[in-house]
């Protein structure tokens, strides 16, 4: 069977009470391209998200990944996630774990890695991430972006087929914002399967292969990153990036 499209979302909608935060979503990403989603606060981006990694139940609509319905598949929705690598605002670390140990965590309890092969594998991912020499540091003895980065290599340690990013650097401070983009970038670069929620036009214009516009819960634009930033967008698409940009 030839798959398409790497990821396939077809009209899902989603409500939180009586607020509808997707409506009709449609968008396809193919493999190895780094999408981008910008838009307002409060415009469903993150839902978006949360939605194809199956956090989120959507209330209609389907979503295929390489090919297979999983939109339903709550009950293997562990299974989906060992593919679908997540990196959220807040790093999520676990305190009383070091660096490496952080890494090394998933690969031996949901993979069944030996913990010489884990450790291997994490500290590949460290050097990857470009902060080997922090290895062994604990969580509270690391900048905001270099928890981040291990966050980064803890997602990569399942070998995921797509990576989703939620706001990765909303929570960090301006000097730190620019290391974890790099790893990013280098990661979109080597081919890894990606979509991005982010305010960081800068990365949208470095790393992006297309950009999705969304605003009050609706998909509004979508075009290649050459065109959103050509100027070939729509008002509401323009007017949004008129405002982060100055």
């Known amino acids: 069977m030839v798959v398409e499209h790497f990821l396939e979302i077809v009209g899902i909608n989603k409500s939180f009470g009586s607020v509808q935060v997707l409506k009709t979503c449609s968008m396809t990403v193919a493999a190895k391209e780094t999408v981008v989603v910008i838009g307002p606060s409060g415009s469903g981006k993150s839902t978006l998200l949360r939605s194809i990694n199956l956090l989120e139940p959507v209330d209609s609509g389907d979503i295929f990944f390489a090919g297979e319905n999983i939109t339903r598949e709550r009950k293997k929705a562990h299974l989906l996630r060992q593919q679908i690598g997540m990196v959220f605002q807040n790093f999520e670390l676990f305190a009383h774990l070091s660096a490496v140990e952080n890494v090394m ?40 972006g270099q928890q981040q980065r291990v966050a980064i290599a803890r997602a990569l340690a399942m070998r995921p087929k797509l990576m989703l990013y939620d706001e990765p650097t909303s929570a960090l401070d301006p000097e730190m914002i620019r290391e974890v983009l790099d790893v990013m970038a280098e990661l979109s670069a080597e081919g890894m399967t ?44 323009r007017r949004f990036l008129d405002q982060i940009l100055h």
């Open 105 to 144: 965590l998933a690969p031996m309890k949901i993979l069944g890695v030996s913990s010489a092969d884990a450790h291997d594998i994490a500290v590949d991912l460290l050097r990857k991430v470009q902060i080997p020499e922090k290895a062994d540091a604990f969580p509270d003895e690391l900048s905001g």
């Open 194 to 237: 990606s979509i991005v929620v982010t305010h960081e036009m800068g990365f949208a214009r470095r790393a992006a292969d297309r950009i999705v516009f969304m605003e009050q819960g609706e998909i509004i634009e979508s075009a290649s990153s050459d065109q959103f930033f050509g100027g070939t967008v729509n008002d509401r698409a």
